[in-house]
């Protein structure tokens, strides 16, 4: 943690603030400028991360050294996570499409989805059973009529199914039929919840929130973590801003940036990022590029069917087309299609 | 609903289109321009709202007409809705400030506030039992012997008090010591937490989330009242946007957008939107000029030794003096300090 | 400055970041930490600003300690800059409204509107000669002719006249007639320009950018005072966010964080800010609790009729109401309607 | 144009609005609903543009049906514009990459720049000799001086330069020595210089504005093409949002959004979205994955000492390495790095 004083800072003043820092355990080092004075203080950042130094008089500016983050950091673990997940797993040198509806509105379109994108190279299938809407006249899904569904088409198809987790009373039942649980944009602050899906033996799929920045999204990644659950996928799913040509802006850079800032693998979403079909696929490519592990892609049988998000859903023919799409941009980054070739055997 | 049609679109897709809509009971007025066509829904909006309109072939653009939101609209309720609130009330002629500490940090620095605020023309006391943090290795507060603290002052003091719900699992029990139930920023599309907050009889401060359009909070509030909680104020915190001068944004302006919009109270979180004691003052000010129904101000006898938050606190000195600031702008708003005068006897 | 190296930087790596900065004159502080080294640089903190000290080896972050603006800056001037404007001036203890069509669209009505706004209060007289729009395809305003309107008008009536110059070449024909330069939103970055009305003998009227920052329009000041021309006022007209409701954010806290900031005038433009009438009075009256000097309003004689943001101009009418509404307001920050009663006579 | 009126809209309301919009020569269709009325306008809607409809009573919304930009837009030419650039063209199924330091410094760093970026595959050189600098103390560049490097060095080399023009008085001897001119992103909307630019026989290499949406960016472009110039190239570089951990946001989305809007190519820079060295080459490959049609790359012989963006240049070998990393994805999307194959001898 860096301090710096406001211009004209008493002797007295910075005394005190000293004595603040090292009543805490930390050693201070103090340069004094023409103007100014930066006290430097070395020891256990997280201490001082508690008290409201700003409020205290003579301070002006405060700088930490220290990334907040610790488990979910580039500097906790060398190796990237590779999380096992059906019968490859994420992370590593695979690269991992989840595809399906936005709802799960019942058996058969979930049956159709499933028997279409396994074959096209979907690792794993997703589909929403509690459905976080913005409107409550708006269809909320099926609740547990629909775990049930995607419990039986994997187990028909041997396709792991992701589905999202909204409430923390829901997270045993969800993790009770789900290989993966996935947190919404809008709960990725919910702090109850991550602590109580951080207590859960499933991978936790984690989606950006509309204004979290980078670093409150490790944060996220951190309670889960802090829990016990090392198991988290972060995903980019576009963040809120004033351009309203896409239902969303896609914050690429965030891909290579999250590549370097964690050993955790990174997904995009391109469905919700760019609210559109058309934009599904060169999000896509664009993702594998910039070196995400993996997408979430949402596809209908019949989009203009669909109880929600059918605007952004590509047809069964669509996603088809975006995994042969993908094919050379994956082998552009080193990457095998359809998760990791080194999976180790179910 | 308006549905506008792509550049070139075939007679058939057009018929395809209005049979689409006449099948959910609506009908169609066609206008036929040079290059585009024009329809014009006429009936229940809300079955067309779940339709994916924007996926059907031949459509370019939809324009909704009516508003998403009803119990929370303006055209709902002719009247003011006013909220009882210990000795006073909510809404209508009085304005209203609740203040108190971040957290709830123990039952001597809570009494010291409440006797002196309460004085001040502090209608209610704030401070959080359960505390959301960015990090997990933040202070998370007191728990339930948070809410006893302030049960305790409430009764010592009449002061009623608010305290924020975090988990729908805890949500009774806090009921069961507030008087007021505070829904987090974070936590105002936490879709599960407002529908169990919905069912509670308790009133509901439901602050805006920082990336939430003003659509997106009274839809929120829509949500509590769907289930039969008709007792929900509006809190402006702050959005996020690119400034870093100030904490979040304080969009003053969605304080007459939202009393133009809703019969609903109407509040400003000046701590929160400027983030430094020294913009409590002119922005509580200003959220008085602008038409606020009250504030939520953040007080600590001590703020440099505040748990959390310490930066924006007022001390109980700086509290004083913003509630004899304010007193000329609320006879210019020509509003009663204090809550309102034509408050029933408790 | 202050530089953060990586964890894990080497010596050889420190010593070549402390040679860089020694061999611009400047002396360093080194903190060695646990895991990173903390620089601190004392001397003359602009040759460091020009050195990209991110892309030294080793360097992991890089934290200013003084401010990039110096004239525009409070401790350059510890009066507040007054600027005289017709009999009046800006500044002090004044609060200066200037009102006026967005386009000068004929001398009639000019003259209806400057009959109407000089005796409900209003200190001087706005118009646009050149006006910068969107789409080409807009009315762009009459420019020369404009100008010479506005030159009668002010003859006529005695109201000072402020107009938009668009264009470095163009600035001196303005000055000629105009008594203050306005530079637009859109314009706030055009440093030519900046560069061109620092050297005239004109008050200038600087809206904020809409991606601007408060640094940033200081910066945008400093880039006209460090020309000789002192004498400048800043706008806050609105930021682009995702907020949909209003045309812009109105960043409110602008005002009280400038007015700490700078000693130069702060305005509010509450109508490019709201973007519709009836959003101009509560943001001119907050702008006013606030600690705003002045405000920049858009009126015209027959709103519906105006060939540019007919939408958010008041009537005659609605400007009588909103003068005799500021008065309370006024009052209770203590400042003198209609200009400053100290002003010299002119 | 759609009209939506307010509810409880009077006929006589419903009259006076309708004879607005035929007196401007279009015809209307009304459907009357429930609660409001839409007023579905046929004709000429660049006409109704300039009518501030909102103004009138009982509107509540307005919808354009139609594009605000014409020469701009894919319906104005069904083939992509192609621009002569050296000896290859942008555009069609050419990647053209343009590099050079953010400014030209002097004829020693300009030729070892070149003698290097050219042989790896840059089809021209970029360098600024009139530089817009947030502060007025930082470099603003050679100027004339700089121009006339840039001229010898394509006269040695044989690549084509691009720099930028910041004021309409320079544009005409910008125009003297450089092959295209570039508009930055802080004058995108500065209506006099697209004028200008507009005028002038030189491809424009136009650059988004911070906060400029892709409409904003189209309509930009307009006004260059309105002058009789068609040779535009348009450029994503970012926009400005909350994230702090990049420079800008990159859009990345606005490339599959402007290929489909627009015939113009459409270009990325990586340097100024990501803001730092490490982020160019993912933000590249991302780039080219999504569609564009070329990039503008800072490069630098020694970024730590340039004098201006060192942050984010790229050193030669780092550029080396990006074209050679570039090659597969270009080969994923069919295109031809280093320009057209198909583009005529110059």
Do not use: W
Not at 5 to 26: F, K, M, N, Q, Y
Not at 84 to 102: H, K, L, M, N, Q
Not at 114 to 119: E, H, I, M, Q, S
């Amino acid at each position: 943690m860096i301090i710096v004083t406001r211009a004209g800072v008493s002797p007295d003043e910075i005394d005190h603030i000293r004595e603040r820092v090292e009543a805490l355990g930390l050693r201070t080092h103090i340069s004094v400028g023409d103007r100014r004075t930066i006290i430097g203080c070395v020891g256990d950042e997280a201490r001082l991360a508690e008290v409201p130094l700003l409020s205290i008089t003579g301070v002006e500016a405060v700088h930490p050294v220290l990334k907040p983050y610790k488990l979910a950091s580039r500097e906790f673990s060398e190796n990237e996570t590779r999380i096992p997940f059906g019968r490859s797993e994420i992370g590593g040198d695979g690269f991992t499409v989840i595809a399906g509806p936005c709802s799960v509105e019942g058996l058969d379109m979930m049956r159709r989805t499933a028997d279409r994108v396994g074959p096209a190279g979907a690792a794993g299938l997703r589909g929403g059973a509690f459905k976080p809407r913005t409107s409550p006249y708006s269809f909320r899904g099926l609740g547990e009529e629909g775990l049930k569904i995607l419990a039986r088409i994997r187990d028909e198809t041997g396709l792991p199914v992701v589905t999202e987790v909204m409430d923390t009373r829901q997270a045993e039942l969800v993790a009770g039929y789900a290989d993966m649980l996935q947190i919404g944009a809008r709960n990725m602050q919910n702090f109850a919840l991550l602590t109580e899906v951080g207590r859960l033996h499933r991978p936790v799929l984690l989606k950006r929130g509309m204004s979290a920045t980078i670093k409150d999204l490790l944060l996220a990644a951190e309670y889960v973590m802090s829990q016990g659950n090392m198991q988290v996928i972060l995903c980019e799913r576009g963040i809120r801003t004033f351009e309203t040509a896409t239902r969303n802006t896609f914050d690429l850079a965030a891909i290579p940036v999250l590549k370097r800032e964690t050993h955790l693998p990174v997904f995009a979403d391109p469905s919700h990022a760019g609210g559109v079909r058309d934009l599904v696929a060169p999000l896509s490519y664009a993702a594998a590029a910039a070196g995400a592990d993996g997408l979430l892609v949402e596809v209908h049988p019949v989009p203009e069917e669909a109880t929600s998000d059918g605007e952004q859903s590509l047809s069964l023919e669509e996603f088809d087309g975006l995994m042969t799409g993908l094919v050379p941009f994956l082998e552009a980054v080193g990457r095998v299609p359809g998760g990791a070739a080194t999976a180790p055997p179910a």
